[in-house]
C-alpha cells in the first residue's frame, strides 16, 4: 500500500542494516538537502547509541523528550503508546515522511515508529462556503483524520467503514472512502475504489483533482460529484446509500452518486419545516431557470418577439433603451461579463479591498452606465436580478455552471430569438439526460416513473413520510425508518 | 476538448454567419399604437393614419429636470399616407417615418365612417394576410374620419387609442376584436356589427385636442359594407342577445306614478332556442338575470318579498322591451342578423338551413321572436326603507 518516493540508486526493499551507522548514512543520503529532517543520537547508558530520524516540524518534541529520549537515556521502558515495529528502509522512509519519528537502535534490524506527530493545523470552524441558520455549524478541516472523526462522532456504528489509501507520487495524499456497509451498493464501492487506483499524478492538493479525474463525462460543465464541507451534509448521504470521498489537505469532501437534484438541495431543507422546505425548493428550481434564461428572454423578446411583450411594458423599456448605442444582445453581454468579472474580483480581492469593489461596481453598473445612457435602466435589473438568482443555488459549483451557460444561451437568443433558446433549451436537456454520475442517470428522479422518489424532488416530504430511501443503484435496505411515525392523537398529540 | 471543438466551433459560426436576418433592435421599430383608414380626397383609394409612439427617456430620478416637459407633453404623433390599397398606403406611410414600422402592438384598427359605408372587406383582408396585426385588436367605426380620434391627446391614458381600447374592455358598449370580425364576415348571417366611436367634445379649460373619443352606439354591416347603426341603448338589447351584456345599470319606471328603480345586474345569461314549427321559424331568446337593487326612487320597501316581487316584475319588463326594440329595428328597418340567429339555426336544424340558407335575407325579418326573461334582486342594498323616509310610510305599499 504505502509506496514512498524511490530512492535513487538504492533497492529500497532491503531491510535495515545491523549496525547504526550504515543505516544513518543511508538516511542521510536518501534526505540529502532536506533541511528540516533532524538526526538526533541519544547515548543509551551502557548500552551503546540510537538514532531519532524525525521531521522538523511535524514530530511532538516535548512528547519526543519526555517519551522517548529521557526514558532512553536513562535505559527505561519507552512509554510511547502507539509504536510499530518497521523492519525495512522503504518502511522507516514512509513513516517519517508521514511524521512519525521513527528510532532506529545499534545492533537491531527493526526500527520503531512512533506515533507522536504533531502539527499545526486550522480548528473546527463555520463552514464559509456553505453556511445555513439551522443546522450544525461545524465544517471539514484540512486534516484528514479530524474530518473522518467528525463523521465518525455522527455516525456511530462499526457498518461505517472508511477506507484508506494513498494517491500522488510526490504527495502522497491520504485519500479515505467512507460510505455504509450494507446501505451503499458494494459495486459502487468497488467502482469508486477502482476510479481512484486508476489515478497515477503527481499531486493531489484538493478533491477537485479527485473529482476530474474519476467522473463519469468529463466534457460536461456540471458537477457530477459533489463537493461539501459540511459533515452532516457527508452524513446524511451516506446514509442514503451513497459514499464519501475525503482527501487529506482539504475540507472539501465529494459524495457519489449524485443526481441533478442533489445539487439543488440544501442541508436545512431537512432541517426546517417541510412546507417551508418545499416552498423555498419551488423558489429555487424557479430562480435557477431565471439565472440560466433571464438574460437570453430579455434579448430574443427585444430583438425578435417585439410583439410578445405587453404594450405598456414595450413602451417603458423602449423609452429607456432610446438612448442606448449597443444592439440588446451587445448590452447584455457587457452587463454580464462585468457582473461576472466583479464577482471574481470579489472573490479573489484581499478582505479589504472588497467593499471598496462593490461600491464601485454597484455605482459603475448601476447608477453612471444608465445615466450615461450606455446601457438600459431594465437591463440592469436583468443583471441584477440574475446575479441573485444563480447565487441562490446552494452549492456554488452548480450555480457557476448555470451561470456560464447563460452566455451560449444569450448568444443563442441574440441571433435566434426564442427559436434559439429553445433549441439551446432542447440541447441542455439532452445532455443532462446523458450525464451520468457513477453509473447513475442524472435525472434519475425524472426518468423513473416512481411517486416516491418525487418525494425528496419536487417537494421535501415530512420526514415521518420518506419511509424510504433513495433509489440509487442495486439492491439496498429499502426502509430508513419504522412504520407509523406520523405524530397523532395515538402519540399524543393532536389529531389533523 | 477536440471533441468540443469539433461541434461548437461549427456552430457558432453558423449562428454567426446567418447575420440575424430578422432580428430588428427595438430601437429602430416604431411602435404604432392605433391605425385609421380613411377615404382620401384625391382619387386614391385608401388613407392610412398611423398613431406611433413617441419613447421618450423618462427624466425620472437622477436624470435631472432636463427631461422637462412631463405628463403634459405629446405622447404620440399621427402620420398619414395614401394609396390605391393598405399595402401601398402603407409602403408610403414608411417614407415618412424614420422607423420600422411594427404593428406587433397595434390594438386598435378604426374604419372612418365613409370608407365604411364604401365596404370593409378588401381592407380586412390586408389586416388578416400579414402576419403583424393583432388578431385579438379591436375594430372600430369613427363617425367621421377615423384619423381625428387618432389626433387627439387624452388627459388621462398615454394615447387616444388607449382610451377607445380601455373603453371597449370595459364592456359598457360592443367589443369587436378582428378575429371576430373575419369571422362573422365569413359567417352565415351575413351582417356584422361593429362599435361606434364619436369625439367627446372638450371640456372648455382643455387644449385643442385634449379629449377623447368614446364608444356610443353600433354600426352596422351588411356583407361588409356599412348600411345603418344602431343608438346607444338599442345597442343595450343588442349586447343582451349576444350574451355580451357585462357592465351595465338597468334603471326603469318601477309603478309609473311611483317612480324609478336601478338595477345593477351582477350576472346575466343569454340563450338562443331556434324552433321551426309548421314551417314557421321561431326564436326564443332566454334571459337570466340577477342584479342588486343599487338605487331606489319609490317609497316602496324592498325588504317586502311582496315589493321586490313587482320589482322583478318591473325589471323584466325593461331588458324585455331593449331587447324587443332592438330586433324591431335589426328585422325589419335594417334586415340585418347582428345577432347570429342564423348559426344558432345551422346548428340546430343543419339539414333545414342547408336548403334555406340563401332564401336567409327574407326569412330573417320573418322570424318570430319570444323573449323570456327571468329577472331577480338579489341584495336590496345596505339600507331597507327607501332612504329619506321615514320607517312608517317605508313599509306602506
Not at chain 1, 538537502?33 to 551502557?46: F, L, P
Not at chain 1, 510499530?84 to 522512509?93: G, M, N, Y
Not at chain 1, 438600459?376 to 455552471?401: D, K, N, W
Request: aromatic fraction near 8%; include cysteine; hydrophobic fraction near 40%.
Amino acid at each position: 500500500m504505502i509506496q514512498p518516493p524511490a530512492a535513487e540508486g538504492q533497492s529500497p526493499d532491503e531491510t535495515l542494516y545491523p549496525e547504526l551507522n550504515r543505516n544513518e548514512e543511508r538516511f542521510r543520503s536518501v534526505f540529502a538537502h532536506c533541511s528540516d529532517v533532524v538526526y538526533r543520537s541519544i547515548d543509551i547508558e551502557g548500552k551503546g547509541r540510537a538514532l531519532l530520524v524525525y521531521i522538523e516540524g511535524l514530530a511532538d518534541n516535548e512528547g519526543l523528550e519526555k517519551q522517548v529520549i529521557s526514558p532512553l537515556q536513562r535505559d527505561r521502558a519507552l512509554t510511547v503508546s502507539d509504536k510499530v515495529d518497521v523492519l525495512t528502509f522503504k518502511d522507516c522512509l514512509a513513516h517519517v515522511l508521514d511524521g512519525k519519528p521513527i528510532l532506529l537502535r545499534d545492533g537491531q534490524t527493526a526500527g520503531l515508529a512512533l506515533g507522536l506527530t504533531k502539527w499545526e493545523k486550522r480548528g473546527i470552524e463555520e463552514p464559509s462556503a456553505e453556511s445555513s441558520v439551522r443546522g450544525p455549524r461545524e465544517g471539514f478541516t484540512e486534516t484528514l483524520r479530524v474530518n473522518t472523526s467528525q463523521i465518525r462522532r455522527i455516525v456511530k456504528s462499526p457498518k461505517l467503514k472508511i477506507e484508506e489509501m494513498k494517491i500522488g507520487r510526490y504527495t502522497q495524499t491520504k485519500i479515505a472512502v467512507a460510505y455504509v456497509e450494507g446501505l451503499a451498493d458494494r459495486t459502487l464501492i468497488d467502482e469508486i475504489k477502482a476510479r481512484l487506483g486508476r489515478i497515477r499524478i503527481d499531486g493531489i492538493l484538493e478533491s477537485g483533482y479527485i473529482e476530474e479525474l474519476i467522473e463519469d463525462t468529463p466534457y460536461s460543465p456540471f458537477p457530477q460529484l459533489l463537493s461539501t464541507e459540511r459533515p452532516d451534509v457527508v452524513c446524511g448521504n451516506l446514509l442514503e446509500g451513497r459514499a464519501a470521498i475525503l482527501v487529506e489537505g482539504t475540507p472539501f469532501a465529494l459524495v457519489a452518486p449524485i443526481t441533478f437534484f442533489s445539487l439543488l438541495q440544501s442541508p436545512e431543507d431537512y432541517y426546517q419545516r417541510y412546507i417551508i422546505s418545499t416552498v423555498i425548493r419551488w423558489l429555487r428550481y424557479s430562480y435557477l431557470l431565471f439565472s440560466l434564461l433571464l438574460p437570453s428572454l430579455y434579448v430574443a423578446v427585444l430583438t425578435f418577439h417585439q410583439e410578445m411583450v405587453p404594450g405598456s411594458l414595450l413602451l417603458s423599456m423602449a423609452s429607456s433603451r432610446e438612448e442606448v448605442p449597443f444592439p440588446a444582445l451587445v448590452e447584455a453581454l457587457l452587463m454580464e461579463i462585468t457582473f461576472e468579472a466583479l464577482r471574481e474580483a470579489g472573490v479573489r480581492l484581499p478582505k479589504q479591498v472588497g467593499s471598496a469593489i462593490s461600491i464601485v461596481g454597484a455605482l459603475v453598473i448601476g447608477q453612471a452606465a444608465v445615466q450615461a445612457g450606455i446601457v438600459s435602466a431594465p437591463m440592469v435589473i436583468i443583471v441584477a436580478l440574475t446575479g441573485i438568482s444563480s447565487f441562490m443555488t446552494p452549492r456554488y459549483i452548480a450555480g457557476i455552471s448555470i451561470r456560464m451557460l447563460r452566455f451560449p444561451m444569450i448568444f443563442l437568443a441574440g441571433s435566434l430569438g426564442l427559436l434559439g433558446i429553445m433549441m439551446g433549451i432542447i440541447a441542455l436537456v439532452l445532455h443532462l439526460c446523458s450525464l451520468r454520475s457513477f453509473g447513475v442517470p442524472y435525472l434519475s428522479t425524472l426518468q423513473t416513473p416512481n411517486f416516491g422518489e418525487f418525494k425528496d424532488v419536487l417537494y421535501r416530504a415530512p420526514w415521518w413520510s420518506m419511509k424510504r430511501r433513495p433509489r440509487l443503484t442495486g439492491s439496498y435496505d429499502e426502509y430508513r425508518e419504522t412504520a407509523g411515525l406520523k405524530p397523532g392523537p395515538e402519540h399524543g398529540g393532536e389529531s389533523g | 476538448m477536440f471533441a468540443i471543438g469539433k461541434i461548437t466551433a461549427p456552430i457558432a459560426l453558423l449562428l454567426l454567419l446567418s447575420g440575424c436576418w430578422d432580428r430588428v433592435e427595438l430601437n429602430d421599430l416604431s411602435l404604432i399604437t392605433a391605425i385609421a383608414f380613411d377615404k382620401p380626397q384625391q382619387n386614391n383609394s385608401v388613407e392610412v393614419t398611423a398613431q406611433i409612439i413617441i419613447p421618450k427617456v423618462k427624466g425620472g430620478g437622477d436624470g435631472g429636470t432636463g427631461g422637462g416637459g412631463g405628463g403634459q407633453a405629446k405622447q404620440t404623433v399621427t402620420r398619414t399616407a395614401s394609396g390605391s390599397d393598405i399595402a401601398d398606403a402603407i409602403s408610403k406611410l414608411q417614407m415618412v417615418i424614420p422607423r420600422k414600422i411594427f404593428w406587433g402592438q397595434c390594438k386598435v384598427f378604426i374604419f372612418g365612417e365613409e370608407i365604411a359605408r364604401e365596404g370593409i372587406r378588401e381592407h380586412m383582408d390586408f389586416l388578416l394576410r400579414h402576419p403583424q396585426p393583432r388578431e385579438r385588436g379591436y375594430v372600430f367605426v369613427s363617425r367621421g374620419r377615423g384619423a381625428d380620434v387618432l389626433e387627439l391627446f387624452p388627459p388621462i391614458e398615454r394615447s387616444s387609442s388607449e382610451v377607445i381600447r380601455e373603453l371597449a374592455q370595459l364592456g359598457i358598449g360592443l367589443k369587436v376584436t378582428l378575429e371576430q370580425l373575419s369571422i362573422r364576415l365569413k359567417g352565415e348571417s351575413g351582417a356584422q356589427a361593429l362599435p361606434l366611436v364619436h369625439i367627446l367634445p372638450k371640456s372648455k379649460s382643455s387644449k385643442p385636442f385634449e379629449t377623447i373619443a368614446y364608444l356610443s352606439g353600433t354600426a352596422v354591416f351588411k356583407d361588409g359594407k356599412m348600411i345603418g347603426e344602431l343608438s346607444s341603448r338599442e345597442t343595450r338589447g343588442v349586447l343582451w342577445v349576444r350574451n355580451e351584456i357585462d357592465e351595465y345599470t338597468v334603471t326603469y319606471e318601477n309603478d309609473p306614478a311611483k317612480g324609478k328603480v336601478s338595477i345593477h345586474p351582477l350576472h346575466a345569461k343569454v340563450k338562443l332556442v331556434p324552433r321551426i314549427e309548421d314551417g314557421t321559424w321561431k326564436m326564443d331568446i332566454k334571459v337570466r338575470t340577477a342584479g342588486d337593487l343599487v338605487q331606489n326612487g319609490t317609497p316602496l320597501n324592498p325588504m317586502d318579498p311582496q315589493v321586490l316581487k313587482k320589482m322583478e316584475e318591473g325589471m323584466k319588463k325593461d331588458i324585455q322591451a331593449r331587447i324587443r326594440d332592438a330586433l324591431k329595428l335589426l328585422q325589419r328597418d335594417l334586415n340585418a342578423d347582428i345577432l347570429d340567429f342564423a348559426n344558432a339555426y345551422h346548428r340546430k336544424y343543419p339539414k333545414i338551413w342547408a336548403e334555406a340558407k340563401d332564401e336567409w335575407e327574407t326569412k330573417f325579418p320573418e322570424i318570430e321572436a319570444t323573449v323570456d326573461v327571468e329577472a331577480r334582486i338579489n341584495r336590496p342594498g345596505m339600507v331597507n326603507s327607501p332612504g329619506g323616509i321615514s320607517q312608517e310610510t317605508g313599509t306602506e305599499k
